[in-house]
């Protein structure tokens, strides 16, 4: 038996850019649910912020966050209680980050700030989330998320600074993202192990979505790979990966057609 397992950056795909809406994608979302084909929410976000966000979906498959940093699930791979999901991290915590970034601040004067650095109005400010959500996104266990202000020429600076410490910088939709050399495609590698493992007779398929130089690892790892347009950054350059299927919509609405595009060509549904 084939199933599906669909992994999907938020900010920019599954959320549009600027309201965080999600409602364009409810037609694929509730045919994924019907089909008993997991959705696993994949991003830069923390682990507050989308428990937040499986509630108002109504998902109970494992989640991975700051940018495949943690991975949440349990045995039976679902998260109904989220209190009984196993945790498993893949990054140095988010004290170590701090301390390298406050010795770094010590020797250089670069112009950026991290969320570390600011309170939850100023977050709001900068997102436009609510209050909840901003307090959400400081609650960070493996990455910091910084606004760059500086040059290019300073970010390459930096970056091998980061480097010199074990931690790698990598470019999402809104913010540069302070993280150690883990990435979005090895947790969903580890997680597709896991579910083969639940169910060796199960033929699993997997599709990746995402918008931004961080999930260019995802749509490496997927057998579906989907790049959601976005007109809010610089394109990622994604022509390495042979099969990758570009949007013509933007945000959910994008995301909305492609999978279930997806799901018609795994189903063979009309």
């Not at 795909?13 to 089909?35: E, S, V």
């Not at 991975?64 to 109904?80: L, R, T």
């Not at 350059?237 to 018609?264: D, R, T």
Request: glycine share 6%; net charge negative.
């Amino acid at each position: 038996m084939k199933k599906l397992i669909v992994f999907t950056d938020l900010d920019g795909t599954l959320l549009h850019h600027d309201t965080y809406d999600w409602t364009p994608a409810i037609p694929a979302i509730n045919l994924l649910k019907q089909q008993g084909f997991p959705l696993v929410l994949n991003s830069s976000k923390t682990s507050s912020e989308i428990k937040q966000l499986r509630e108002k979906l109504g998902n109970d498959a494992p989640y991975i966050c700051e940018n495949g940093a943690v991975v949440h699930f349990n045995e039976q791979m679902k998260g109904d209680e989220d209190d009984n999901m196993a945790v498993i991290y893949f990054a140095k915590p988010y004290a170590y980050i701090k301390q390298v970034l406050h010795d770094i601040r010590q020797n250089y004067h670069f112009d950026m700030f991290g969320f570390d650095d600011i309170d939850v109005k100023t977050l709001m400010d900068l997102t436009e989330l609510d209050e909840t959500s901003a307090r959400a996104a400081k609650q960070r266990e493996a990455t910091e998320p910084l606004v760059w202000n500086d040059s290019e020429d300073s970010l390459n600076n930096f970056t091998r600074l980061l480097n010199d410490h074990g931690l790698t910088l990598t470019r999402g939709g809104r913010f540069h993202h302070v993280i150690s050399p883990v990435s979005k495609g090895e947790s969903i590698k580890w997680l597709i192990e896991k579910y083969q493992a639940m169910e060796p007779e199960t033929q699993w398929v997997s599709a990746g979505l995402g918008d931004s130089f961080n999930d260019i690892s995802m749509l490496e790892q997927v057998d579906y790979p989907v790049l959601i347009k976005n007109p809010h950054g610089r394109k990622p350059n994604v022509s390495h990966i042979a099969n990758i299927v570009e949007s013509k919509l933007q945000g959910p609405a994008g995301w909305n057609v492609e999978v279930l595009n997806i799901i018609k060509t795994i189903t063979g549904a009309e």
